[in-house]
C-alpha cells in the first residue's frame, strides 16, 4: 500500500541555519503531497503542497518540489526562526476522496 | 475562520463511561470524512473513514464496537468511545474532503484524557 517515509528526528539548529527534512514516498499512480506542520499542544495546519510531478509548494519561506523521478518532497528552509519548532508531517494522498497517508515526523527545534 | 470544526476541544471523562466528539464542515458538504487518533509525539493513525449515509470503513485493528462513528449529515460526523478507558487517552482528529475530493481540512483536535 501507499506509504511515507521521513527521516528520524529530533532535528536540531541554530536560528537562521538551512532546514532539510527529507521525505520519500510509495504510491501508485501519482499522488498529492504535503507538508503540514503542528505546534505544541495544537492541530495541524496545511504547510504546503504539490498536486503533481515538478511541482513547488512553498509558504512562510518553506518549500518542498514533487520529485517523481525520485519519488520525494523534501522540504526546505533558508532560514530557519525559534519559532519554526514543531513537528512537521509528510503526507500523501492517492484518489479524490481517499484519506491522507502520514509519515512519522520529524520534530525540529530551533535555538537562538 | 475554521472550516472544519470539533468539539468538545478537551475532555475528561471517567473509566467506563462513554464520550461523543463532533466533527463538522461549516462551509461545505463533506460526503466523507476521516477519523485520526495521535499518541503523544507519534504520527497519526487513520482509525475509519466516515462515509454519509453508510456505516463507516475501519482500518485493520481499530474495533468498531468501541469506537462508534455516525455520519447522519453531510455536515456532522461523530466519534463516539463507548466504555472508555484510560489507555484511550489520546489525540482525536477529524477530516473532511471538499466534494472535489482533494481539498482537505482538518478539525482542530479533541483531547481525550479518561481517569
Known amino acids: 500500500g501507499d506509504s511515507v517515509t521521513q527521516m528520524e528526528g529530533p532535528v536540531t539548529l541554530s536560528e537562521e541555519a538551512f532546514l532539510t527534512i527529507n521525505c520519500t514516498y510509495t504510491?501508485?499512480?501519482?499522488?498529492?503531497l504535503f507538508w503540514y506542520v503542528q505546534y505544541p499542544g495544537e492541530g495541524l495546519q496545511l504547510l504546503l503542497k504539490?498536486?503533481?510531478?515538478?511541482d513547488k509548494g512553498s509558504n512562510k519561506g518553506f518549500e518542498a518540489t514533487y520529485r517523481k523521478e525520485t519519488t520525494s518532497f523534501h522540504l526546505e528552509k533558508g532560514s530557519v526562526q525559534v519559532s519554526d519548532s514543531a513537528v512537521y508531517f509528510c503526507?500523501?494522498?492517492?484518489?479524490?476522496?481517499?484519506?491522507?497517508?502520514f509519515g512519522k515526523g520529524t520534530t525540529l527545534s530551533v535555538s537562538s | 475562520g475554521a472550516v472544519v470544526s470539533q468539539h468538545p476541544s478537551r475532555v475528561i471523562c471517567k473509566s467506563g463511561t462513554s464520550v461523543k466528539i463532533e466533527c463538522r464542515s461549516l462551509?461545505?458538504?463533506?460526503?466523507?470524512m476521516f477519523w485520526y487518533r495521535q499518541f503523544p509525539k507519534k504520527s497519526l493513525m487513520l482509525m475509519a473513514t466516515s462515509n454519509e449515509g453508510s456505516k463507516a470503513t475501519y482500518e485493520q485493528g481499530v474495533e468498531k464496537d468501541k469506537f462508534l462513528i455516525n455520519h447522519a449529515s453531510l455536515t456532522l460526523s461523530t466519534l463516539t468511545v463507548t466504555s472508555a478507558h484510560p489507555e484511550d487517552s489520546s489525540f482525536y482528529i477529524c477530516?473532511?474532503?471538499?466534494?472535489?475530493?482533494?481539498?482537505?481540512?482538518f478539525g482542530e483536535g479533541s483531547w481525550l484524557t479518561v481517569v
Open positions: 462551509d461545505f458538504q463533506a460526503t466523507t
Open positions: 477530516s473532511a474532503n471538499e466534494a472535489s475530493g482533494n481539498t482537505i481540512y
Open positions: 504539490a498536486t503533481k510531478a515538478d
Open positions: 504510491a501508485t499512480g501519482y499522488p498529492s
Open positions: 503526507a500523501l494522498k492517492g484518489q479524490a476522496g481517499t484519506a491522507l497517508i
